[in-house]
């Protein structure tokens, strides 16, 4: 039984409109089978339409008619009903293409068709077309214990960790149906008494690159899975970007939404107040050891490779990362045989621009891109046999999404590979 306050009823009653009403059939039923007793007023979505193959081809068999494929992914109602305005700030996630790179990227006039009447239709319906995964770099900020609906892994465990607002990770379909009722099951991670830790991480080596929060992130995701870990031992405070490529390697290998850093996080002042009310966490220790273990173990053991392709920007880089970049090439040339791009938000691109970044890349020979992601778009340079990136999770994914090989490393170790042509992560040379 979900209990409803009369606005709610009145939604679910379809006094407010179908659209409404739809959304609000949709966000009960889901919270029935979550067993949650009440729903909780949500105040950012990030979610939109989705970088899917499946919902453009249903739109073409459709004849585009996107309000009926909104309808039907959304809302999950197969009636087709009048879509009015999000009454929640919701911003899309990855697109499939970057709108100003369609001829150097080769991308089909299907997607391009696409792109434009999903764009067109999300605007007409108030949405923020950030196309991003790191939402937070374009403003979209959250609030210390805020209610939200996100999805994409990784901006759900920033918005969760980092932020301190609360979100479990959600979909398609109650994404769309939080933004235009702007309510979501209280359940999960939405409920304090759920977040406290039930491991404790003890890091007795030191941490403080990218680098070395990928391999953290991930074997502390692979260790824990779905549970929140609360990290002590870290020694030097880590920026916005650390944690960006932290909590992107905890999603990925383990699925984890959420965790604590003492001292660090907000919910972590101490200790005491990140395990909370939960008692007998598991403690696992992790030294070089269990990093150099996760560096082979994704590098599938590899430590040379002739490389094709080199990607930054997992999750899409901010203005501070794309400068470290710029810094590295200038006045540099790519390999020949080597494509290079680097991903980031759109209003990130265009700071890029102004500041010089742009060029300095475009002159290196590599390609500065927003709004897209290889491994969601699929999309890679044609004949693309072996990658380095400096993100574990791009790694992690495309591999397999692609059948490409690629290969994890430090950011210099990619530049490196971007000019010469040749990766090498040789264990000897890995400062840890
Ligand atoms: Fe973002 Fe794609 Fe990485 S969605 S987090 S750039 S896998």
């Not at 959304?23 to 007793?37: Q, R």
């Not at 009926?68 to 959304?74: A, D, Q, T, V, W």
């Not at 400068?323 to 590295?328: A, D, F, M, P, R």
């Not at 994890?408 to 170790?413: A, M, N």
Request: net charge negative; glycine share 6%; aromatic share 8%.
């Amino acid at each position: 039984m979900v209990e409803l306050t009369e606005y709610e009823k009145d939604l679910l009653n379809g006094i407010y409109g179908a659209d409404k009403q739809k959304a609000m059939e949709l966000i009960v039923e889901y919270a029935i089978a979550l067993g949650a007793k009440k729903l909780v007023e949500v105040h950012s979505i990030t979610g939109g339409l989705g970088a899917s193959k499946d919902i453009m081809a249903d739109l073409k068999s459709n004849d585009y008619d996107m309000e009926k494929i909104y309808c039907e992914y959304k809302l999950n109602s197969s009636e087709k009903v009048s879509v009015n305005k999000v009454c929640v700030p919701t911003t899309t996630l990855i697109n499939l293409l970057d709108f100003d790179k369609i001829d150097e990227l080769e991308i089909s006039e299907d997607i391009v068709k696409y792109c434009k009447i999903a764009d067109n239709f999300s605007k007409k319906i108030g949405m923020q077309n950030l196309y991003t995964c790191a939402p937070y770099l374009s403003g979209f900020i959250p609030m210390y214990g805020e209610h939200l609906a996100w999805m994409e892994s990784s901006a759900v465990i920033m918005a969760n960790s980092v932020f301190g607002a609360r979100t479990n990770t959600e979909s398609l379909e109650s994404t769309g149906a939080a933004s235009i009722v702007g309510r979501i099951p209280y359940w999960g991670l939405h409920i304090k008494e759920n977040r406290y830790a039930d491991y404790h991480i003890k890091v007795e080596v030191d941490i403080d690159s990218e680098f070395e929060y990928g391999l953290l992130g991930y074997y502390i995701g692979e260790t824990v899975q779905e549970k929140i870990p609360v990290i002590t031992g870290i020694t030097k405070r880590p920026t916005l970007e650390k944690l960006k490529h932290f909590g992107a390697a905890l999603a990925a290998s383990g699925g984890v939404e959420l965790y604590h850093i003492v001292g660090v996080t907000p919910e972590a002042n101490t200790f005491e107040e990140a395990v909370g009310t939960k008692k007998n966490q598991k403690t696992i220790v992790i030294t070089k050891k269990e990093l150099l273990e996760t560096y082979k173990k994704i590098n599938m053991h590899q430590n040379k490779s002739k490389i094709d392709f080199v990607i930054f920007g997992c999750p899409h880089a901010s203005l501070e990362q794309i400068k470290e970049i710029v810094e590295l090439i200038e006045n540099k040339k790519i390999n020949k045989n080597v494509k290079m791009w680097i991903l980031t938000p759109y209003s990130v691109k265009s700071l890029c621009d102004r500041q010089g970044y742009t060029k300095i890349i475009e002159d290196f020979g590599a390609l500065l891109l927003s709004d897209i992601c290889p491994a969601i778009a699929g999309l890679v340079p044609k004949n693309t046999k072996n990658i380095v990136t400096n993100s574990i999770k791009q790694a992690h994914y495309i591999s397999n999404l692609l059948k490409c090989n690629c290969y994890y490393s430090s950011l210099e170790k990619c530049i490196s590979a971007a000019i010469t042509g040749e990766w090498n992560g040789d264990l000897n040379d890995i400062e840890i």
